[in-house]
């Protein structure tokens, strides 16, 4: 009787141990249930020129990208950019351009194959929750810089056919759908009467309008256009990190205002001021993330790294390293809600309403 009395004591006392909180989860255990439970979705790498490439002198780090290093950081989906630099406003050019978008593609199509054991295409939400219950992570296609669009409205739907999910208007320089934020001299005022058709036929099919690099007028002008939300996939404030390339408030509030998300990337370019860039951190990141949660809420924010084309900070050099940033996220003092909404539950929801007004054009 006296044994009975003294396990049941023992049996309070250990309820209430855990109940007081002494029995806390750890950092490290809330990270990994985190990245179990949530989808994460970074929107940005240009890993597709490094492949083209492998020798190649761009300027920005390689080998930060791959699926075994997505798997180490416990990132479920990324968007691979097929990225050209932008050249003369011509049908020369915009030939040229769309057979290299095409040869990119194809290439990434070839890397999933070669690596299917750890990864493959998605084209939708569903295939991406799919391949994560199955243990594999998911590569979207994008494309960064329309110019291989031209000025041919045929070619939205070509690219649609061949998987891409995510198109950026621009790069560093005008083309025929828009004015780029960091030219001088503008072409057409914001978007162009093609470019206004482009991301009309982009909302009929499903394809998220991504509008980093873009400039002031075109971004804003895009928010009125678009029957859907969109995204800027990889970009910082102006308000933190004076640069064209940034967004202003306006910018922000107006992608916010049309139920969109704006996707910080980790280049220290875009987040810090200089000479020392290589001193760039996840405190600078913080710094961005957390002034556009002060202006438009936790709803606009996401991740795109920029890895493998000028991404990369101290605490967050690689996809592997990406459990630190949940850790950063977790020690700001977010909640599990908040994190799960950054780390890709905001691009979802955006996904989730392109997904369904395409599906309503049918």
């Not at 909180?21 to 994460?40: I, N, P, Q, S, W």
């Not at 990132?75 to 915009?94: K, R, S, T, V, W």
């Not at 031209?150 to 950026?168: A, E, N």
């Not at 990337?265 to 200089?274: E, F, K, N, P, S």
Request: hydrophobic share 40%.
């Amino acid at each position: 009787m006296q044994k009975r009395r003294f396990i049941s004591v023992v049996l309070v006392v250990l309820a209430a141990f855990i109940a007081s909180g002494c029995a806390e989860e750890t950092v490290d255990a809330r990270v990994a249930r985190l990245h179990k439970k949530m989808f994460t979705i970074d929107t940005h790498n240009d890993f597709s020129m490094w492949l083209a490439h492998p020798d190649g002198d761009f300027g920005v780090k390689g080998g930060q990208v791959s699926f075994q290093q997505m798997h180490d950081g416990g990132l479920d989906a990324a968007f691979f950019a097929a990225y050209q630099d932008q050249g003369p406003i011509d049908p020369e050019f915009h030939r040229f351009a769309r057979e290299y978008a095409d040869t990119l593609i194809l290439l990434l199509k070839q890397y999933a194959e070669q690596n299917s054991e750890l990864g493959a295409i998605a084209t939708s939400i569903k295939e991406m929750k799919a391949l994560k219950k199955a243990g594999k992570v998911a590569l979207f296609l994008s494309i960064e810089n329309a110019c291989c669009l031209g000025d041919s409205l045929p070619l939205v739907q070509y690219y649609y056919d061949q998987g891409v999910r995510m198109i950026g208007l621009t790069h560093n320089g005008n083309n025929a759908v828009a004015d780029a934020g960091t030219t001088k001299v503008k072409l057409h005022g914001g978007l162009s009467d093609f470019g206004k058709a482009a991301i009309a036929e982009m909302n009929r099919l499903g394809i998220v309008v991504d509008l980093s690099h873009a400039s002031r007028d075109a971004t804003l002008q895009a928010t009125q256009v678009s029957k859907t939300p969109i995204i800027a996939s990889h970009s910082c404030t102006f308000s933190v990190r004076e640069l064209s390339r940034n967004l202003t408030d306006e910018e922000i509030v107006a992608i916010a205002e049309k139920g969109g998300v704006i996707h910080l990337a980790l280049d220290a370019w875009l987040l810090r001021y200089g000479p020392d860039y290589s001193a760039a951190s996840l405190d600078d990141f913080m710094n961005h993330l957390h002034y556009i949660i002060d202006l438009v809420g936790i709803d606009h924010v996401g991740v795109g790294s920029d890895f493998d084309g000028g991404g990369g900070v101290i605490g967050c050099k690689d996809m592997s390293e990406y459990h630190n940033l949940t850790k950063r996220l977790i020690e700001e003092g977010f909640s599990d809600e908040e994190i799960i909404k950054i780390w890709g539950g905001n691009f979802l929801r955006v996904f989730e309403e392109v997904e369904r007004y395409a599906e309503e054009q049918l």
